[in-house]
């Protein structure tokens, strides 16, 4: 077996975390409703929002616009109370299942997915938050 | 209201779809089983890799290792049958709730994400695939 054939499989099938940063340090996080199963949001971690999480077990993301680290709910107080971490096979994503505290999308809607495609245009699939 | 807050406004609450690319030409995607709810994998897709699955009902993606567009399950078979695209609030990321014909991962699990963090270390939450 080769070294890097040796790798993958340590990396895929072993019981080592060995999270995966791309070349601007980031790892794709998805939060997905731990009771529904819908996906609430997708963002990015660094190394600093991964340890944040993992020692808070509340949400935290590294936003690229911003530069800099963010807990979700900093602001509007809807955290995300992670109940799990998954994994996937080469280790570069990652499924937060949560519970929300309340509306997960800064818009109001439940999640940031409340649009699907219809052809060529978006309809809403949520109902539209009461302002 | 200000030409940006303008924009914000019709790419979270429009009908247009109006995917916005990273500055590599990508979007993040996530493909979600349309029946259980599950994260089946998290992977890129470019401007071609959309048209693609649009216009083949068939999840297709952009490989950065590679650097080419790749069908899911142009190998092995195992193609996802896209059957909604639900787009997020600023349209950098999309969800495709798809029907799998097999495992979703190359592994042969049925979901690549089949470990989760326990502790400091992975544990298998999906039995292994029979071999």
Known sequence: MSAQSGDVALRE?????????DSAGLITAVAQDAATGAVLMVAFMDAEALAATRRTGLAHFHSRSRGRLWMKGETSGHVLRVQDILVDCDQDALVLQVTPAGPACHTGAPTCFYRRLEG???ARVEPAPVA
Do not use: H, V, Y
Request: aromatic share 16%; no cysteine.
């Open 13 to 21: 099938q072993g019981n080592a975390f060995m999270p995966r940063f």
């Open 120 to 122: 060529e245009e978006l």
